[in-house]
């Protein structure tokens, strides 16, 4: 698939549940209570229990591979964190939704700015990546 300028890339969208936090916690090693237990997240001035932020970038690269058609094809990816993203005590969870613009496209190589949203609110920012674009 070959990527063009202004190209806006088809919207990603991935749920977090307090269930896939506890896997993640697992997989990481990254047991902080903030991110299981809803006590401990309030006493320390969050509004609640919040996704791990790599766990978060881990789901936009996940969309950016979707988009370049495989991670083998992602040469480069960094963003910033903006917000935390709570996730409630329920089954649906948060729900992130990721989309991508193509910012150029040349040389084989395209760039991508990437936009990251849980409710309609920013998460991530300067979320770029750079992919093989042959």
């Not at 990254?30 to 881990?58: C, Q, Y």
């Not at 040469?75 to 729900?95: N, W």
């Not at 990721?98 to 979320?127: H, P, W």
């Amino acid at each position: 698939m070959t990527l063009s300028v202004g190209e806006v890339l088809p919207e990603q969208v991935f749920r977090i549940t307090r269930a896939d936090l506890v896997r993640y916690a697992g997989a990481s090693g990254d047991f902080n209570p903030i991110h299981w237990n809803e006590r401990f997240a309030l006493s320390v001035g969050l509004p609640g229990v919040i996704a791990h932020g790599m766990f978060t970038m881990a789901l936009a690269g996940q969309a950016v591979a979707a988009w370049a058609g495989g991670g083998d094809k992602v040469l480069d990816f960094g963003v910033r964190f903006t917000r935390p993203v709570l996730v409630p005590d329920d089954d649906e969870g948060a729900s992130l939704v990721f989309t991508g613009l193509v910012k150029s496209a040349e040389d084989g190589f395209a760039t991508v700015d990437i936009t990251a949203t849980c409710n309609g609110e920013k998460i991530l920012a300067q979320a770029k990546a750079k992919i093989k674009n042959i």
